[in-house]
């Protein structure tokens, strides 16, 4: 596991190839997978491989999402908030496991937040993907994650530069 942490990296270039069925449905296994208060199961998801979607979601947030032009697969990842109070952790946790199994497959990913963030001064970026994606009311959006063959390398960060005075032990 710590393997894939350290080869784990925000990937915002891509090439122009499509995910094989295979891979998507081990993502789709994956987060299906992923654990959620009480088992309760509050995530939901949408796969999108359509280029002109993933074109109008590259749109959500300006250039803090572009780079959804370029992926081949995005994952809208959602919370039912009327299943459980915790649906935010629920879909995190979720969204968390897909882009560590995405790397395990040797894909890149990035995570465009959306929940609490804004599309234009009139619409927030989560009305803009649920407008666009048909995403009833009770499902909130927390993220898209792009996804993709990486067009970019990224070093993996020293464990001597690892920030470890956010550590503490026994108390703060």
Not at 111 to 128: G, M
Request: hydrophobic share 40%.
């Amino acid at each position: 596991m710590i393997e894939l942490l350290r080869k784990r990296h925000s990937i915002r270039k891509f090439e122009d190839r499509p995910v094989e069925p295979e891979k998507v449905e081990i993502l789709k296994e994956a987060v299906l997978r992923a654990p959620s208060a009480g088992n309760r199961k509050s995530w939901e998801f949408v796969f999108v491989d359509d280029r002109e979607t993933l074109k109008k979601l590259a749109q959500v947030r300006g250039s803090s999402s572009s780079f959804l032009n370029e992926t081949t697969l995005g994952i809208v990842v959602l919370g039912n908030e009327e299943v459980v109070e915790l649906w935010v952790e629920d879909a995190s946790i979720a969204a968390m496991i897909a882009q560590l199994t995405a790397t395990s497959l040797g894909l890149g990913s990035c995570w465009t937040q959306i929940r609490l963030n804004e599309h234009s001064p009139k619409q927030s970026a989560e009305d803009y993907v649920r407008e666009l994606m048909g995403i009833p009311e009770n499902c909130r959006v927390l993220c898209i994650l792009g996804m993709g063959y990486p067009a970019e390398q990224k070093e993996d960060i020293p464990k001597e530069k690892l920030p470890y005075e956010k550590i503490h032990e026994n108390r703060f």
